[in-house]
């Protein structure tokens, strides 16, 4: 089974790219949905770390949102609670797709928690900034403050970039995108 991981600025485009792949797909914003609105565990430690935040399930997007525009330093709390969880998941969900050709690691975080291994292909999403802000600004929880604390955690685009095995730039319509997958797919399966 080979591990394509889709990695990429916020708002890039990495989810709907992970889709037009055509294999199994671990999406880890999904998880992260599922974690909060039912795992107990995380609950229990975001509400010692952060009482003043979270008391019960589901965790709401208002109270995670909260904690971090008050102190940036609560999301590095959050996500080393989130994160081992997100992991777990993922080695589940490997295991359960073994026999796959390949999967799609859509993580946002990836390359920061070192997620990858060696033999992953790495696929950057290079997206037009003006584009990307668009784009955000048409979701209904668009919050710049909350955008830019995210984007301090994560590593520089560049550096992503300088991991990647193919780089695929989106301009955000279908037909490249697919063209763009195919062409990848063909040179990872030739070798």
Same mark, same amino acid.
């Given at each position: ?17 992970? $889709? ?20 107990? !565990? ?26 971090? %525009?008050?102190?940036? $330093? ?13 992991? %777990?998941?993922?080695?589940?969900? #490997? ?9 799609? #690691? ?6 920061? =928690? ?33 955008? =830019?604390?995210?984007? $301090?955690?994560?590593?520089? #685009?560049?550096?992503?970039? !300088? ?7 989106? =301009?955000? %319509? ?12 063909? !040179?990872?399966?030739?070798?």
């Amino acid at each position: 089974m080979i591990k394509i991981a889709v990695v990429g600025g916020i708002g890039s485009g990495k989810s709907h790219i992970a $889709k037009l792949f055509d294999y199994p797909i671990f999406n880890a914003d999904l998880e992260v949905a599922k974690i909060y609105k039912t795992n107990r !565990k995380c609950l229990k430690s975001l509400k010692k770390k952060l009482p003043k935040y979270f008391s019960s399930l589901p965790i709401k997007k208002e109270e995670i949102i909260k904690a971090i %525009t008050d102190d940036e $330093k609560n999301l590095i709390k959050i996500t080393n609670i989130i994160h081992p969880e997100i992991r %777990t998941k993922m080695d589940i969900f #490997l295991k359960d797709n073994k026999k796959e050709d390949a999967v799609i #690691l859509d993580i946002p975080l990836l390359l920061e =928690n070192k997620l990858n291994q060696k033999g992953d292909v790495i696929i950057f999403i290079q997206s037009k900034k003006i584009e990307v802000i668009k784009r955000l600004k048409k979701r209904s929880n668009f919050n710049l403050d909350l955008l =830019n604390k995210f984007k $301090k955690i994560q590593l520089p #685009l560049d550096y992503k970039k !300088k991991k990647a095995h193919f780089i695929i730039k989106n =301009n955000f %319509t279908n037909k490249s995108a697919k063209m763009n997958i195919k062409k990848i797919l063909k !040179k990872i399966f030739s070798k």
